[in-house]
């Protein structure tokens, strides 16, 4: 029917995001409970004047961290993936991106394995990854990037991106929804496109 909309896909939680970020969270934690009762304490252990430089410094170490830690703690749950109608969405807290079917070369899965191989990692990589061998992902290959590698790093996970050619990495608990959902809006968009000849030139090279 036309102008019937398509429903979006399930919103997907990214866990390599969740993993990276529960690690962060720990480590706010620890910083908190160490720095909160330093600041606390500071003046009559560590004969700190209160009001003093040392003490305003020490205030605010104790507040970004609690800060930290709260941000932390429900940042990791809120980063997913998500087929659209004509894009996927993969969104975190502090960033959003939309990565358009036109721009998408490949869509693959594979064992996390074929991408890491384990004994070519490094400790901490290996650390990171160990208890996602076995479990199969999705990558995206696209044609360009829809930020720059600068900003994207700044919030995903470096793990989030194929090392061996332009595009995304994908882990997720039910990567073969996500995959049907991907094929499904996909096939949708081919048929919306060859509907308006205007928009089938638009279409082409998409993956497959």
Request: aromatic share 12%.
């Amino acid at each position: 029917m036309a102008g019937r909309s398509t429903p979006n896909g399930k919103k997907h939680p990214l866990l390599f995001y969740k993993h990276s970020m529960d690690r962060v969270w720990r480590s706010m934690l620890l910083l908190s409970i160490v720095l909160v009762p330093a600041w606390y304490f500071a003046p009559s252990l560590l004969g700190v004047q209160q009001g003093s430089l040392g003490d305003r410094a020490m205030m605010w170490a104790a507040a970004l961290s609690v800060l930290g830690m709260i941000f932390t703690f429900f940042a990791r749950r809120m980063a997913y993936v998500q087929v659209k109608s004509d894009h996927v969405l993969i969104a975190t807290p502090l960033l959003r991106m939309k990565i358009s079917f036109r721009r998408m070369k490949s869509l693959r899965p594979m064992e996390l394995g074929q991408m890491y191989d384990p004994r070519r990692l490094s400790w901490a990589d290996r650390r990171f990854l160990l208890p996602y061998f076995g479990r199969t992902i999705l990558t995206i290959g696209v044609r360009e990037y829809p930020h720059s590698m600068g900003v994207m790093k700044l919030f995903l996970p470096k793990y989030m991106f194929n090392p061996k050619e332009k595009g995304f990495v994908l882990l997720v608990s039910d990567w073969m929804r996500l995959s049907t959902e991907f094929d499904s809006m996909i096939d949708s968009f081919r048929g919306r496109m060859r509907e308006n000849p205007r928009r089938q030139e638009s279409a082409r090279g998409l993956y497959g």
